[in-house]
């Protein structure tokens, strides 16, 4: 929708009389295409150096003006003579009259406040802005960038002609120049006075009409005043902190009671995305670590305002979800293969869903998206993984290292690549590593190049509560006669102190396959805290007992007055577990 006006210098023409057709809005015209003069003309008229007329030259009181309105763009042509110059005009913000007006010096135009136009003239954007001072002065303000990049901008106390005046100055580097700031700026539009007006009259209009905030009923019309409260006060600051002089200031947050109810309104949209994602990201992080639902946490933010909002925390999530998933995928696997192939239909009889299939027709399953277990690809985490370990002052990672990976079956606050429901045994676990084995191997073999082309060795260490390291292996159980994961050891002999073994190899103990092939018994280590609990525990358990019905046993040991404590210590282990392989004998007898 656009409407034409007419200058009330202009006798020109009338609206009717004018056709679409007429109008051609050209490039603004620029300095290289005019001279400027050197000398000072008089005021009753100015005359160029050359024949043609200089664009700084025009006057505002010697123009005639037709404009065209098509908010927030304004088309303005000025006539000079039998010349018309082109001009285009993009309003940013349209500012308002503040009650003490100032208005230009010779025209008498009203200057308004907070008003930011963008002009495209001399071949630049533009951008000229008009503020109020806490003083009651005015400055004037304009903005441009040159091809090179650079940006430049020039300020006035004195009046908009001066802000131009240095504008034109500036581009040209020549003294004298002059332009009308009343044209730069487009204070003489009458487009944009009547817009202000009635924007005053229409704002004093609907506030008239609005039913008093307690008279609302729906929360919706309740957020919806609240939150056209917030923007008038947002852009009110902004004119209340240039009038009292403050600089680098923004107003983050307001708090006020309403109806005996606290409301929070918060200013700050995080326009740092990377600060905004680092503290929601820090609030998912503690409701998932301290279990908290998204009902609980909606619940908890209607009762504290200050807290951020469910919905914002909930987007948080969905978008790390979705970034995971592109860069770590998840693939689901079934525990019990046989049935993988058949559970689709299984649910199908069990919904009575068949008779919305053709009995000819196929059903496509995508066998990553169903099963018991899933799975995660290592390398996956490794070069998201990388990056973090191998920057800062103090990395933790350098060239040429080696990455060290534990596998392990258990653990706390560990890294997890396969999870599976059901029980630990060798079957399971068999099912479970051929999802993961082939990765493995290969890292094992070849490492892994990250995302710079770095070559990284990759090195496994296995560790677990022995019953897993024995099932992974394929050892027999612990009380089986060869049940040493290293060496080949018999049961009856354990407490043969002066026998050797080798950490090479059970292979009496073998009765199954290995799960990890390519794993040498070298980086296979127990869990130290099984270790204590079931084998050193037993064995001190029985000793300190025999200390409590004899505490003089060590001394009454004659057996080398050299011997050493810890002779006697190993001598007296010994007694220990003869005496309980003996009593275990006389049970099983």
Not at 69 to 75: A, L, M, R
Not at 415 to 429: F, K, V
């Amino acid at each position: 929708m656009s409407y034409f006006i007419l200058s009330p210098l202009s006798n020109r023409t009338s609206v009717p009389s004018l056709q679409t057709s007429q109008f051609t809005f050209k490039t603004p015209l620029n300095s290289n295409n005019y001279a400027v003069s050197n000398t000072r003309s008089s005021k009753k008229s100015k005359v160029s150096i050359q024949k043609e007329i200089n664009i700084t030259d025009l006057e505002e009181n010697n123009t005639e003006k037709f404009e065209e309105d098509n908010y927030p763009k304004v088309n303005v042509t000025r006539y000079k003579g039998k010349r018309a110059y082109y001009y285009q005009y993009n309003i940013l913000d349209l500012g308002s009259y503040p009650t003490n007006v100032r208005r230009t010096q010779r025209s008498r135009y009203r200057i308004p406040n907070g008003y930011w136009v963008q002009v495209y003239i001399y071949e630049r954007d533009v951008v000229c802005s008009i503020n109020y001072e806490y003083n009651g002065k005015v400055t004037f303000h304009v903005t441009w960038e040159e091809k090179n990049g650079k940006k430049y901008y020039v300020n006035s106390l004195k009046s908009a002609s001066d802000a131009a005046k240095q504008f034109v100055e500036k581009i040209t580097n020549t003294k004298g120049s002059t332009l009308s700031g009343i044209i730069l700026f487009g204070l003489d539009l009458t487009c944009l006075e009547l817009r202000r007006e009635n924007k005053e009259n229409l704002v004093s209009e609907i506030n008239s009409r609005k039913k008093p905030f307690s008279n609302l009923k729906s929360n919706s019309q309740k957020n919806k005043r609240l939150k056209n409260l917030a923007s008038d006060i947002y852009s009110n600051s902004k004119d209340l902190f240039n009038s009292h002089n403050f600089s680098n200031i923004s107003l983050d947050s307001l708090r006020f009671n309403i109806q005996d109810q606290f409301i929070k309104i918060n200013f700050s949209n995080f326009n740092n995305e990377l600060k905004s994602d680092i503290y929601l990201d820090s609030i998912l992080c503690a409701c998932d670590e301290s279990l908290i639902s998204r009902n609980g946490y909606r619940q908890l933010a209607a009762v504290q305002p200050s807290l951020e909002r469910e919905y914002r925390i909930a987007a948080q999530k969905k978008k790390i979800n979705k970034i995971m998933e592109n860069k770590i995928p998840i693939k689901n696997f079934h525990i019990n293969s046989t049935n993988s192939t058949n559970e689709f239909s299984t649910i199908l009889k069990e919904n009575n869903l068949n008779t919305f299939l053709d009995e000819n027709e196929e059903v496509f399953i995508n066998s990553d998206q169903i099963g018991n277990g899933s799975v995660r690809s290592l390398i996956g985490l490794l070069i998201t993984l990388i990056p973090d370990l191998t920057e800062g002052d103090n990395p933790i990672l350098q060239n040429n290292d080696i990455i060290k990976i534990k596998l392990g079956g258990d653990g706390r606050q560990v890294g997890r690549i396969c999870l599976y429901p059901g029980t630990e045994n060798h079957e399971s676990l068999t099912i479970a590593h051929k999802q993961i084995i082939e990765e493995l191997t290969i890292l094992h073999n070849n490492g892994f190049k990250d995302n710079n082309n770095i070559h990284w060795k990759v090195e496994f260490w296995f560790t677990a509560d022995w019953k897993y390291m024995a099932l992974i292996l394929g050892i027999n159980g612990p009380t089986s006669n060869y049940f040493c994961l290293w060496c080949e050891c018999h049961k009856n002999e354990r407490w043969d102190m002066n026998k050797n073994w080798l950490n090479v190899k059970n292979t009496k103990g073998k009765i199954r396959t290995s799960l990890l092939p390519f794993l040498t018994i070298k980086y296979c280590v127990p869990d130290e805290l099984h270790l204590m609990l079931r084998i050193v525990d037993v064995l001190l358990e029985l000793f300190f007992m025999e200390l409590m019905r004899d505490p003089l046993a060590f001394d009454k040991i004659q057996l080398h007055e050299t011997m050493s404590t810890r002779e006697k210590i190993e001598f007296k282990m010994y007694e220990i577990g003869r005496k309980r392989h003996r009593k275990t004998l006389e049970r099983l007898l």
